[in-house]
């Protein structure tokens, strides 16, 4: 009964005096202009590529062995050569129309699996089997057999690109819709939409980051794979491509022209990295904030 009349204790109230931003010390501050280059993306990687570039030129130069290791500078100058007598982009055509039928069919094949898989149980056990079984798989140990089955020429190289794209763009696209909120699922379903609809209009927009994860992954896959093969048999068609570009020069000892072959295939993919996939991206989930 005591503490019912105890007095109750009042807080003093604290008022705190707005201080104007002079006193915090400095709020804002103007970048240089060397900070604001430092900034960008492209001159932090371009700065990446010149410093290995000038490792290259040094350690060439002490080696002082062009059957070894030529410089970057001939290197260089041998890659442009090839360039301007037309020789290197053909061969880099060639490649590059056999790396696209693949990778069309390889991608076409993963969405339908990954459409059964979200369908229904049957589909997805049968893309968790089959990618447990064939993923591990290198493509190129696929080599003999497509060399039985389509003969010496781009039908064999397209099988062996259509399994290195997909299994991985159809693991990360189900991994995609599988990550997809509840909520956005019941939206589609309180629309109507079902079967394909349902997936183009919800899933795929919402699994995008995913889906394009996938598809670089399988495009590194499906590029190294195809350069890997015409190493092995060379020619498709009757014409060869990058691969046979460089087996070719291997063989008389033109090494300079090997690594400008080899250069071709790395300026290749970066300019796919740099500009296709990330112009996509940029487009659709970094405008969309589905990115950071």
Do not use: C
């Not at 149980?121 to 798989?137: H, V, W, Y």
């Not at 394909?196 to 995913?210: D, E, N, R, T």
Request: proline share 4%; glycine share 8%; aromatic share 10%.
């Amino acid at each position: 009964m005591s503490r019912m009349h105890e007095p109750q204790q009042i807080r003093p109230e604290l008022v705190r005096e707005h201080l104007p931003e002079h006193d915090f010390g400095v709020v804002q501050q103007r970048l240089t202009l060397l900070e604001r280059i430092y900034n960008l993306g492209w001159v932090r990687k371009t700065l990446i590529l010149m410093t290995l570039a000038a490792l290259w030129q040094a350690y060439a130069m002490y080696l002082a062995n062009d059957l070894l290791l030529p410089t970057f500078s001939t290197t260089l100058e041998a890659f442009v050569s090839r360039i301007l007598t037309g020789e290197l982009p053909a061969k880099a055509w060639v490649s590059i129309k056999v790396l696209l039928q693949g990778y069309v069919v390889g991608m076409a094949l993963a969405m339908l699996l990954t459409v059964l898989a979200m369908a229904s149980r049957l589909g997805n056990d049968l893309l968790e089997t089959l990618t447990a079984m064939l993923n591990p798989l290198p493509a190129i140990a696929l080599l003999p057999l497509a060399l039985i089955w389509f003969g010496l020429g781009s039908g064999s190289i397209v099988f062996v690109l259509v399994h290195s794209v997909l299994w991985p763009v159809a693991l990360n696209t189900h991994a995609g819709f599988m990550a997809v909120s509840s909520t956005l699922r019941m939206v589609g379903r309180n629309y109507g939409l079902v079967g394909p609809a349902y997936v183009a209009k919800i899933l795929m927009p919402a699994a995008l980051g995913s889906i394009l994860t996938g598809l670089k992954i399988g495009w590194a896959f499906a590029w190294r794979t195809l350069i890997a093969a015409e190493l092995v048999f060379g020619t498709s068609s009757g014409s060869g491509g990058l691969g046979w570009f460089i087996y070719e020069n291997k063989n008389t000892l033109d090494i300079p022209v090997v690594f400008a072959g080899l250069f071709a295939v790395i300026v290749i993919g970066l300019a796919v990295e740099g500009i296709v996939f990330r112009t996509i991206e940029q487009r659709t989930v970094r405008r969309w904030g589905m990115h950071s």
